[in-house]
């Protein structure tokens, strides 16, 4: 079983909010980790959007509009990016990662649609 | 401007060696971890390992142990990754990514392509 599991597609509508979830495999807790995520479009390299712990220990990537946001759903021992106000420039790929074992792990990625 | 600059596509044959590069500027290039991230054709991205150009202290994922080798010379701030004889399983995209608490900043990617 992987450490990071992302959903492979998401698709909403224009204006809709997304949440797009990163779940870590059981036995590791998401609530000791710092979980960072990660937008990439085609043919470009990936863009930090945020880290996110909890409320009182996370940071926005320089830049990252508000929309963008971090959280956590511990009973499902999950990551979360909430992509609000969607546009079609967030149409990309989404990688959530978390530093786990001395390794920095990526998830296999979500690719968003906007339709 | 703080910016990370790869070098160029290549084209090799396997069993060739080779060293591809990213230089940062901009920024104390001595003061943050770097990184290389592969990322296959079609595929997902995969950390292979780090290095602190200060010291030289290097970090390999298992996944990549033994199979290259991250160096640096702080005195051209410059990362490199090397291999010494390449498979066409690396044919990739290449990404160097500077480490100040998440992957801040991200080299453009240097794709090599393995192929006989």
């Known amino acids: 079983q992987a450490v990071l599991t992302q959903p492979a597609s998401l698709s909403a509508s224009p204006g809709a909010s997304v949440s797009l979830t990163c779940t870590l495999r059981?036995?590791?807790?998401?609530?000791?980790?710092?979980i960072y995520w990660y937008q990439q479009k085609p043919g470009s390299p990936p863009q930090y959007l945020l880290r996110y712990k909890s409320d009182s220990e996370k940071q926005q990537g320089s830049g990252v509009p508000s929309r963008f946001s971090g959280s956590k759903d511990a009973s499902a021992n999950a990551g979360i990016l909430l992509i609000s106000g969607l546009q079609s420039e967030d149409e990309a790929d989404y990688y959530c990662v978390i530093w786990h074992s001395s390794v920095w792990v990526f998830g296999g990625g979500t690719k968003l649609t906007v339709l | 401007e703080v910016q990370l600059v790869q070098s160029g596509a290549e084209v090799k044959k396997p069993g060739d060696s080779l060293k591809i590069s990213c230089k940062g500027s901009?920024?104390?290039?001595?003061?943050?971890?770097i990184a290389w991230v592969r990322q296959m054709p079609g595929r997902g991205l995969e950390w292979m390992g780090i290095?602190?150009?200060?010291?030289?202290?290097?970090r390999y994922s298992p996944s990549f142990q033994g199979q290259v080798t991250i160096s640096a010379d702080k005195s051209i701030s410059t990362a490199y990754l090397q291999w010494s004889s390449l498979k066409a399983s690396d044919t990739a995209m290449y990404y160097c990514a500077r480490r100040d608490d998440g992957f801040d900043i991200w080299g453009q990617g240097t794709m090599v392509t393995v192929s006989s």
């Open positions: 059981s036995g590791i807790n998401v609530g000791t980790y710092r």
């Open positions: 290095i602190y150009p200060g010291d030289s202290d290097t």
């Open positions: 901009g920024y104390s290039f001595t003061s943050y971890w």
